[in-house]
């Protein structure tokens, strides 16, 4: 590509990110992981150029969509996936005329405690129920993503629907916050047993880049390390939710400084992404409760 084709790409690319991230935080459930989706799209793409793709932003997301299935499926290479629907497989599709609507509200009232139950699907349903009922992509665009016809495309989302409204890992919303306040005052009480109560023994604490330039490693493993770090601290932060889900924000001087994004699994804090780009945290949906 020359100089200015390759500025124009990189412009174009540069609107979609947010988007592409959106996408791939959804599917893939960790802040880092995500990043390293958007930056395989980004790499896929500069090597491609956009030279003959009509719908840029389309092409992105399938992309996307597909590094995020590989890497999905990457995780699971030793297990034993649920059995898929061959591609001439019948799909049988019996929906009400509310069920968009009542889909929609599924997935926006999930919100991220999707993270705890789409562990529980195969990468490919997972997939196609991210891209159709929190992105509302068409079947036909997510068939040749996931390796199958539109019907079959269909099928891998609606098992997936069924699982998601019948599933007991949902959180509840006040345990949630029970648990984010339990970690919230053993933190700036410097008790460190509480702490370990509240975190799962394989906790992983991640930080974005900007958080990286203040001091912070760029990932931590484990309840001890993880507890060691929040111990005697998060004076200044103060519970909240993000898109719905468990979230801890800290405010200096009256200004959002970085958020904690939650996931909770079984009762305890499995992982925790530290947002501190101030343009990253724009782009978040964040609810400050009380305290």
Known sequence: MTVNQRDRVTEEFESRRDHLHAVAY???????????AVQEAWLRLSRAGADGVENLGGWLTTVVARVCLDMLRSRRSRREDPLEPAEGDPVPVHRAAGDAEEEAMLADSVGMALLVVLDRLSPAERVA???????????????????????????????ARRRVRGSAAVPDRTRQRELVDAFLAASRAGDFQALLSVLDPEVVFRVDAAAARMGSVSETRGAHAVAELFNGRAQAARPARVDGAPAIAVVLGGQLRIVLLLAIEDGRIREIAAIADPASIADLDVTLLDA
Do not use: T
């Open 26 to 36: 959804r599917v893939l459930g960790s802040w880092s992981e995500a990043d390293d």
């Open 129 to 159: 129920f991210v891209l159709h009922d929190l992105f509302d992509l068409p079947f036909e665009q997510i068939a040749p993503i996931v390796g199958r016809n539109a019907a079959a495309a269909r099928q891998l989302a609606s098992r």
